[in-house]
């Protein structure tokens, strides 16, 4: 497969709780980014890491990066109602998406 | 901040009718991409371009579908003969550099083919 793999497809937390989900890839990449799509909308860009960089913060998110495993791994703690969207990453220029963890923040 | 901006927000065509769908990238980017997500299926790469040509594009970009960049501003997508299946949303996007350079997203066009 060319594109990002995310898991789990699915994830339901309390709000306050932290999510996490992970994405798999198979070719070597250059950056990995993840984005967020709330329903039926466009897909907005989160956050960049790039392949000699381990982990990056942004507020609430936390991206690591195993190039080892071929993996990255996102963190959003504290999370909120808001938050409740579909997650996806994504390492290629044609942003070839896998089908994203669908998560849910209940109040 | 600047954005990507697309029109219409909502299209809705009779089948075997061309469409063109349009979007304004962001001034300063030079790589544009459209994507295609039906409902409830996930995101789908259509086509990348660049310096006024075809980059790439995927298998679901045939000969029905055609972008343009007809002036300094706007990206269109033409769609020729549009059929039922090709009821979706469609999202433009630009960035300033091209490979796993950070894309911006419009917010969409929702096409209904009837």
């Known amino acids: 497969s060319q594109q990002g793999e995310e898991d789990p497809q699915a994830l339901s937390i309390q709000e306050g709780e932290n999510a996490t989900m992970n994405c798999s890839y198979k070719t070597s990449i250059n950056n990995l980014q993840w984005y967020r799509q709330n329903s039926g909308r466009g897909l907005v860009h989160l956050i960049l890491?790039?392949?000699?960089?381990r982990e990056k913060h942004s507020g609430r998110l936390r991206v690591t990066l195993d190039t080892s495993k071929k993996s990255s791994s996102l963190l959003i703690t504290a999370s909120r109602a808001a938050d409740t969207a579909s997650y996806f990453c994504?390492?290629?220029?044609?942003?070839?998406f896998g089908a994203g963890t669908r998560l849910t923040v209940k109040p | 901040e600047p954005e990507v901006t697309q029109t219409p927000s909502h299209q809705v065509t009779q089948m075997g009718q061309e469409v063109i769908l349009r979007c304004v990238p962001i001034?300063?980017?030079?790589?544009f991409y459209w994507y295609r997500q039906i409902l409830g299926q996930k995101v789908e790469f259509l086509v990348s371009?660049?310096?006024?040509?075809?980059?790439?594009k995927s298998e679901i970009f045939d000969d029905q579908f055609s972008v343009e960049r007809p002036d300094g501003s706007n990206f269109t997508l033409k769609i020729r003969s549009t059929k039922l299946e090709d009821s979706a949303m469609y999202f433009c996007a630009s960035s300033v550099t091209g490979g796993a350079d950070t894309q911006y997203f419009g917010p969409g066009t929702r096409l209904t083919v009837l």
């Open positions: 890491i790039r392949s000699n960089e």
């Open positions: 994504s390492h290629r220029g044609d942003m070839r």
């Open positions: 001034s300063n980017h030079l790589y």
């Open positions: 371009f660049y310096n006024n040509e075809i980059s790439e």
